[in-house]
């Protein structure tokens, strides 16, 4: 993929679900190609538009922890 194929799919994907965290990624891996670069655009995205209360707690409950500087400044301090 390329980026001009790379973004406008992504846009595309966070157009059909930008209110579900998971169904826009769901949406965006199945296309195959590069889907880490895809998966962390429509990601970005949505986490935007829903903010963190959009990510399932199981999801956010398997991450790498987040800094500290993170934690400290962010909005939705999790």
């Excluded at 992504?10 to 930008?18: F, K």
């Excluded at 169904?23 to 296309?31: P, R, T």
């Amino acid at each position: 993929m390329s980026a001009q194929d790379t973004v406008p799919f992504a846009l595309w994907c966070c157009s059909h679900h930008l209110d579900s965290y998971p169904e826009a990624l769901w949406l965006a891996v199945s296309a195959g190609g590069d889907r880490d670069t895809v998966c962390a655009i429509v990601g970005g995205i949505v986490a935007s538009y829903t903010g963190l209360s959009g990510i399932p707690d199981e999801w956010k409950g398997k991450r790498e922890p987040l800094p500290a500087w993170h934690v400290a400044n962010g909005p939705d301090e999790q």
